[in-house]
């Protein structure tokens, strides 16, 4: 059974939740709850990514406009959705996720798409596919415009080892005008860190684990702080 769990990321400026990411889970009947990354490459070699893409974005549709309807925030929640690039390869595939988005009644400025690149896709067919959906659909660009730091270099960083590292990413990506969303988020002294080097986001257990959509909604209707 598939379902779809959400990651909250936290705005550093405000310590508000700006939006969650929507993960996918196999709730396998034997092994338990799996990880993408113990299902999604072998659906991606077999074709089954693009079905499985589809429920999941059809999913998130939902629950992006239940959540932005229900909290009725000054600015509204960016839920990201995380697809494969091979949507994205050619017209048709894309017209599919078009119509998801459109059936479902979301307001697509709600809907961020962040893009699972595979090495033998053409990047030029799927920027331009990508592009005329979002700019049909007036789609959040804003996953397209981040960049990420990984846990790894996020674990050391209180203690000072990648913190030039880190800052050398975040001020490049600040004089191209991208956001900075660092991942692996564990403790408050990384937090700190972060703050004083001018990081946008994060995400982490700090904050809390990836949770199902009531849990999520439950969250948010707290509007907790960091």
């Not at 599919?96 to 961020?112: F, G, K, N, T």
């Not at 990648?162 to 191209?176: G, L, P, T």
Request: net charge neutral; proline share 5%.
């Amino acid at each position: 059974q598939l379902r779809v769990f959400y990651h909250p990321i936290v705005d550093l400026a405000t310590g508000e939740i700006g939006g969650p990411d929507a993960l996918i889970r196999w709730q396998h009947p034997e092994r338990g709850l799996l990880t993408p990354d113990q299902f999604l490459p072998a659906a991606e070699a077999s074709g089954l990514i693009l079905k499985l893409d589809r429920w999941m974005l059809g999913e998130a549709c939902k629950k992006a406009r239940r959540l932005n309807l229900r909290t009725r925030r000054i600015e509204p929640l960016i839920l990201t959705v995380n697809l494969s690039s091979s949507h994205f390869l050619n017209s048709s595939d894309t017209q599919a996720i078009e119509d998801i988005i459109r059936d479902s009644e979301v307001d697509p400025a709600w809907l961020a798409i962040e893009l699972n690149p595979q090495a033998n896709h053409s990047e030029t067919d799927i920027r331009h596919n990508l592009g005329q959906l979002q700019a049909r659909l007036n789609i959040n660009t804003e996953a397209a415009d981040r960049i990420k730091i990984s846990p790894a270099l996020v674990r050391e960083i209180a203690s000072g080892r990648n913190r030039d590292k880190v800052r050398d990413i975040i001020d490049s990506a600040q004089s191209r005008n991208m956001l900075v969303v660092a991942e692996g988020v564990e403790s408050l002294e990384q937090l700190a860190v972060l703050r004083e080097l001018k990081c946008h986001l994060a995400q982490g257990f700090y904050f809390t684990k990836p949770a199902s959509a009531n849990d999520t909604e439950r969250l948010l209707a707290r509007s907790p702080r960091w």
